[in-house]
């Protein structure tokens, strides 16, 4: 089975830089996405992280230790909109593109 | 090119009684997954079709909850009889095979049950 562990809500103020961490424990592994989720709307899909290293896209960059279980998204000049939750999802290995959801960490942006 | 789309958006039910969800993903996505979401929880998988195939549906109480995707395209997720634990949003997503394979969530169902 999988374990996910991330933090359940961050605070962080608006323009600074944020880093959303999360450790994982699988049977296999072969990927781990991040997915962002405004309050009431759906989740939509950020990053994905198959070897390890940082993959950085914009604001938003994601790591990924795949010894260590770990992985991080970073967020830098974090603006007002980036308040959601931050759903870490592991892929194990096998077939079928099935994924497991963390519980999500709430990050809160103040000004 | 449209989003996964979902019907209704809302429901309110008694408990005991039955309530059916609809989803369409996106043209061409094989691959279809319902979830449930409980409040302040992660999304978890009920059941994950390839084409009109199940092929995960181990967390799906299936004494309850039933799923079908006839053709291949749209699918419908039904709950009979619904419990209080089953208040939660149903969401439905879909993903292409491709790689990385990342999944579309439509809007999601909010279920209350009464």
């Known amino acids: 089975g999988q374990n996910i562990d991330q933090p359940t809500e961050m605070t962080a103020t608006e323009g600074a830089i944020v880093q959303i961490n999360c450790t994982y424990q699988t049977s296999g592994f072969n990927g781990l996405f991040w997915y962002q989720q405004h309050a009431g709307e759906a989740p939509t899909f950020l990053s994905y992280n198959v070897l390890d290293g940082l993959e950085e896209k914009g604001r938003f960059s994601s790591f990924l230790s795949r010894s260590k279980g770990y992985s991080y998204l970073l967020l830098k000049e974090l603006q007002m909109k980036d308040s959601a939750s931050y759903l870490c999802?592991?892929?194990?290995?096998?077939?079928?593109?099935?994924?497991?959801f963390g519980t999500g960490t709430k990050l809160q942006v103040i000004p | 090119e449209a989003g996964v789309a979902q019907s209704p958006r809302y429901k309110i039910i008694e408990k005991r009684q039955s309530v059916a969800f609809w989803c369409n993903p996106i043209?061409?996505?094989?691959?279809l997954y319902w979830y449930q979401q409980i409040l302040g929880q992660g999304p978890k998988l009920l059941i994950q079709?390839?084409?009109?195939?199940?092929?995960?549906d181990s967390q799906l109480p299936k004494d309850r909850f039933s799923a079908e995707r006839l053709k291949g395209v749209d699918s419908t997720l039904k709950i009979q009889p619904a419990k209080l634990e089953d208040s939660a949003v149903y969401l439905c997503a879909s993903s292409s095979g491709g790689n990385p394979g990342e999944q579309y969530f439509g809007p999601g169902t909010r279920l209350t049950v009464t």
């Open positions: 043209s061409g996505h094989a691959t």
């Open positions: 999802a592991v892929r194990p290995a096998g077939g079928y593109q099935k994924v497991t």
């Open positions: 079709f390839q084409n009109n195939g199940v092929v995960d």
